[in-house]
């Protein structure tokens, strides 16, 4: 038992696997073989798959070493990402043999009848009224069955067609109903770019494409220039849709208020590829600026600023605002001392007042006027008292104005007795 152990071992230790392409939609499948050298010239191999002897193409033709591929089925499929709908890798086979000029010539033999064959079948469904579009027939090399790929919008009954295509041909007949994804994979010759289509080339898992990806390349919204062989949007517009995003994320977003070398401005537009912000100041200008050159802003910030700003002009009218008043009532303050001393002067009796005028027969002033002076200088007490009360609300302009008013209402008076009549 221990001896059969170590020859199965040593048998799968000594197993090598070669990658493999192989049918019309580019299958990738891992087959077993014992060869001990890969040449590189000859790159085409007989297969044994599930749906029969075909021939296939080897994938990597200068990856191999000792016979061996150099990246193991767990990278291989590492690289394809994520197993979808159009996950390349199938379950494989055996390998039969490496492939001769006639077996090529064979080849291209049956790729001649399957056009015929293709024609024969679109015939035929036409005569049962079948609303279907033949694409290709795919005829296997070992003669075991023929496929037809076709396209429909709805599901069809194709029971009866099978059977005249199998009594025509005396082999195994096969439909698939396939969209337009791998219409194009199986017809598409050349794109705009020069180059062969990507999906019948190389691309195997075509992974869906939006309109998004065009916007942000800048690319034309004409869906006929942007469109492949399949009527949707093309696949290379994927290709760099990753790093135009990461280039989209280092720029500010519009309407974004940022500071460039000539002041604070707001962002109209922004190139991706070049990577130049063009940024509206406050006058109206709009300047374009390198993304190194600018430095965003944060609103609620360029906010406090300003208010800073007014409250300390605001502060500042203020203190003006005191100072001025302060002036005011000491001015008023000299004033009515000035005044007080020239009513006492004025009191005094060296001045006889004519008779009849502000006094009697006798000519000496009454003692009405005495009073009449003394409840003056308390009501401008009482108003001094009230200014003094409003604080700057009122001014300083208005406080002056109104104590010139009322010293020019009371200087004609000032000097002359109150009459009491005659």
């Known amino acids: 038992m221990t001896k059969v152990d170590n020859t199965k071992a ?45 021939l296939g193409e080897i994938v ?23 197993r979808t709908k159009d996950y390349p890798l199938g379950e494989g086979g055996d390998f039969v043999r490496f492939a001769t000029h006639d077996d090529l010539r064979e080849q291209e033999h049956l790729e001649k009848n399957s056009i ?8 035929i469904a036409e005569e049962l009224g079948l609303k279907m579009r033949v694409i290709e027939g795919e005829h296997i090399f070992g003669g075991e069955r023929i496929i037809f790929y076709f396209t429909s919008e709805n599901r069809i ?33 050349y794109e705009s770019c020069g180059q062969q289509c990507c999906c019948s080339r190389f691309l195997k898992i075509l992974e869906p ?37 990461e280039l989209k994320r280092k720029l500010p977003n519009r309407n974004a208020t ?8 707001k962002v109209v537009d922004v190139q991706v590829l070049t990577q130049l912000v063009v940024v509206q100041t406050e006058s109206g200008d709009r300047h374009a600026w390198p993304l190194d050159e600018i430095k965003k802003v944060d609103p609620s910030e ?47 009796p060296h001045q006889q007042p004519t008779p009849g005028k502000g006094g009697d027969s006798s000519g000496q002033p009454k003692t009405s006027d ?14 001094r008292s009230k200014n003094k009360k409003r604080g700057p609300k009122d001014g300083p302009n208005s406080q002056n104005s109104q104590n010139n008013q009322n010293t020019k209402q009371s200087a004609p008076n000032e000097g002359k007795p109150k009459s009491t009549g005659e």
């Open 10 to 54: 040593k048998g799968q230790k000594n197993t090598k696997q070669m990658l493999v392409r192989y049918g019309r939609l580019g299958q990738l499948g891992w087959f077993e073989h014992h060869e001990s050298h890969i040449p590189r010239l000859n790159a085409h191999v007989i297969i044994k798959t599930e749906r029969g002897l075909e």
């Open 60 to 82: 990597g033709i200068h990856s191999y070493r000792g016979g061996q591929f150099k990246s193991s089925p767990e990278q291989v499929e590492q690289y394809f990402c994520n």
């Open 116 to 123: 015929g064959e293709a024609k024969t079948c679109q015939r």
């Open 157 to 189: 009954d194709f029971r009866e067609l099978v059977k005249r295509l199998a009594r025509e041909y005396q082999t195994r007949i096969e439909l698939r109903q396939i969209g337009s994804r791998d219409e194009a994979r199986l017809i598409s010759d």
């Open 209 to 245: 494409v939006n309109m998004r990806m065009a916007k942000l390349q800048k690319a034309t919204l004409d869906p006929s220039k942007i469109s492949g062989h399949c009527g949707r949007l093309k696949c290379c517009l994927r290709y760099e849709d990753e790093n135009y995003l």
């Open 258 to 265: 940022v500071q460039t070398p000539k002041g604070v401005g």
């Open 302 to 348: 360029a906010r406090q600023k300003d208010t800073s700003g007014k409250n300390e002009t605001e502060e500042g009218g203020a203190d003006a605002s005191f100072s001025l008043l302060e002036d005011a009532v000491v001015t008023e303050e000299l004033v009515e001392m000035a005044e007080s001393e020239q009513e006492m002067l004025e009191a005094q």
């Open 370 to 383: 005495a009073s009449g002076q003394e409840g003056r200088r308390k009501k401008k007490r009482r108003r």
